[in-house]
């Protein structure tokens, strides 16, 4: 595959403007799938199962079997619209969007085509600086996911070069909100920071809502992103015509998003800015380069033949249940940042760190866990985060917030020293096992057993006697040196503060 030839970001919005959109897809983590009674592999107690074992005909798309609609996937739906600023539709009808994949059994997918659950909204996006960008939210619309194709045989792991796939239905079924972003214009140099900002936004309503995981590398919560480029009209001209759009498939990553973005703008300003044109087009995301590449002819709405689905009534859900989950909304994201930033006593600066991060909710959760709130943000942002970046993963992926708030407990009981934790939390993100059970495996607890610190004392001190003297003399700094050599012995595993209180002791009653 060619390199695509990219334009220096800069040069490329002098020349060009960029106009935005995304469709973000949220899994519902409703026990059962959205039109069968089969177990939902996104409910987190099902994340893990064996393949084509979370199946029902429904979803098999088996002669004869009718579909019936999830009512808590209507109620975590109406809810997400509410939340997004949006008009609940007093009458809603699911449809046929037809089209062939191996992973979709019935060749037809049950989606909202023209009469979507929710419509007319808009978000709240808070940048890294404060700044407010409103994002206006053409629909969202309840559906089901497609199953999953695992090629094999080839190296990447994509369909060029495999030698086949295997189909897995457990993902067919899935409730899924689609959410539809209107053209965001105006984004300019900071397009893909604002790509990043709605992500962790949607993301961060979702799980204020409890109606999903919300796991982007679990393929939860996944942005296609949309990009398009218009030539800067002159002074005094309108603005031209829209550009032809492409739309970056399952982006997987807060970070990822805003590469592809940047990515995008580069690519096609470079192609217009040499006299060709944008094929409308999805493009694949490749994390390991950061460039993206050809997909399948974007298609239209028409070539989906939509037409209403015969086997499902409306969804006409009465005035009282909307406003029942109105009342029941959580704060907008943007006051809930003011309000944790004043309970965890952060500067900004620290706060700001945390939310860059896209790990508020991960340090909030921390600190539910039992962890103080400096202690939190001093894993989420230090160690958890210099091992994401050397792993290119989010930070989110690595570790759970009950295991960080664990360690810490351990650290806090004086079980593990910072240096012993940091190697615990290594053997945690291997997958050894809980804290405790990495300890145990590893033997890194900190030693405080007076006869053990008192022979390594005794064989430091029998290598450097003038120390003892220095120390009776009242240089009492003189003692970190056998206090060093201890650590050095027992591997860091000594208790520094109880090797001090020994050597002054033993200095005392000599």
């Known amino acids: 595959m060619a390199t695509a030839k990219l334009m220096d970001f800069d040069k490329a919005l002098e020349m060009f403007e960029p106009v935005l959109g995304f469709e973000v897809h949220v899994e519902l983590n409703t026990e059962t799938k959205m039109f069968s009674p089969a177990g939902n592999p996104a409910h987190a107690s099902n994340h893990a199962a064996e393949p084509n074992t979370l199946v029902a005909p429904v979803d098999m798309g088996l002669p004869g079997a009718l579909p019936v609609v999830n009512e808590t996937a209507v109620r975590f739906s109406i809810s997400l619209g509410l939340a997004l600023g949006c008009s609940i539709a007093p009458s809603s ?72 796939s295997l189909v897995d239905y457990n993902r067919a079924g899935v409730p899924l909100v689609e959410i539809v972003t209107k053209p965001i214009y105006g984004a300019e140099h900071r397009a893909p920071e604002i790509a990043k900002a709605y992500v962790q936004t949607i993301r961060d309503i979702v799980l204020a809502l409890g109606i999903s995981e919300a796991r982007l590398e679990r393929g939860n919560l996944r942005c296609d992103a949309n990009v398009s480029l218009r030539p800067r009209a002159a ?65 239209d709405a028409d070539d989906y033949r939509y037409f209403p689905e015969p086997d499902l009534l409306p969804v006409e859900p009465s005035s009282d249940l909307i406003e029942s989950l109105r009342a029941a909304l959580p704060e907008p994201p943007a006051a809930r940042r003011r309000r944790l930033k004043t309970e965890w006593g952060f500067t900004d600066l620290e706060f ?48 759970s917030p009950a295991h960080v708030a664990a360690l810490q407990g351990l650290v806090d009981a004086g079980t593990l020293t910072d240096k012993l934790a940091r190697q615990v939390l290594e053997g945690v993100i291997a997958g050894e096992g809980t804290p405790q059970e990495v300890v145990d495996a590893r033997g890194l607890a900190v030693v405080s057993d007076d006869g053990a610190l008192i022979a390594a004392i005794d064989e430091a001190l029998a290598s450097q006697p003038d120390v003892m003297e220095k120390i009776r003399d009242g240089k009492v700094q003189a003692a970190g040196a056998i206090i060093g050599a201890v650590m050095k012995a027992m591997k860091g595993q000594a208790d520094a503060v109880r090797v001090r209180e020994l050597i002054l002791e033993r200095a005392s009653q000599s």
């Open 93 to 164: 009808r699911f449809a046929r969007k037809n089209y062939f994949y191996p992973d979709l059994g019935k060749n037809y997918q049950i989606s909202q085509y023209d009469e979507p659950i929710a419509f007319e909204g808009a978000v709240d996006v808070e940048l890294a600086d404060g700044t407010i960008v409103e994002v206006p939210i053409e629909r969202a619309h309840m559906e089901e996911d497609a199953g999953k194709l695992t090629h094999m045989g080839g190296s990447t792991g994509r369909i060029q070069g495999a030698e086949y």
């Open 235 to 299: 002074a005094g001209e309108p603005p031209a015509p829209l550009g032809t759009r492409t739309e970056t498939k399952n982006v997987n990553s807060m970070r990822s998003v805003e590469r592809a973005v940047r990515h995008e703008i580069q690519r096609q300003a470079a192609i217009l800015a040499a006299g060709g044109t944008i094929t409308q087009e999805t493009r694949h995301w490749h994390e390991d380069t950061g460039t993206t590449s050809p997909g399948r002819p974007k298609s």
């Open 352 to 399: 700001q760190d945390v939310a860059n991060g896209g790990i508020l909710a991960e340090v909030e959760a921390t600190i539910a866990a039992g962890a103080s709130p400096a202690a939190a943000r001093k894993w989420w942002t230090g160690e958890i985060a210099r091992i994401a970046n050397a792993q290119d993963r989010e930070a989110s992926e690595l570790v």
